[in-house]
């Protein structure tokens, strides 16, 4: 079983940049594909970034040069720094954990992952 925890959120001005973290339980974590999504009021959830146990990372083109994932895989915490922040990426933002191989198809979905954290708020005014 695994436990995700995220934290870093808050209320920014456009332009702005924030971090946010996922802090993860189980000593299996390094070995877990992991994702960002993110979802706003009244839409649906959509994939942000994902990335492999050794950091390679693939983007969603609405983030793509402005945001930025990592992961400290002996901290078992994984990062999403957000710089040049836009009011349209306003959305609560969840991580995710899969039991799978970085090669199983579907990482940029939903149903890939078998653990979601709790999310943390990101409010971007213009």
């Known amino acids: 079983q695994v436990q995700l925890v995220e934290s870093g959120g808050g209320l920014v001005q456009a332009g702005d940049s924030l971090r946010l973290s996922c802090a993860a339980s189980?000593?299996?974590?390094?070995?877990?594909?992991m994702g960002w999504f993110r979802q706003a009021p009244g839409k649906e959830r959509e994939f942000v970034v994902t990335i492999s146990s050794s950091g390679a990372t693939y983007y969603a083109d609405s983030v793509k040069g402005r945001f930025t994932a990592s992961r400290d895989n002996a901290k078992n915490t994984v990062y999403l720094q957000m710089n040049s922040l836009k009011p349209e990426d306003t959305a609560v933002y969840y991580c995710?954990?899969?039991?799978?191989?970085?090669?199983?198809?579907?990482?940029?979905?939903?149903?890939?992952?078998?653990?979601w954290g709790q999310g943390t708020q990101v409010t971007v005014s213009s």
């Open positions: 189980g000593r299996t974590f390094s070995s877990y594909p």
């Open positions: 995710a954990a899969a039991r799978k191989l970085w090669t199983t198809p579907g990482r940029t979905t939903p149903g890939y992952y078998d653990y």
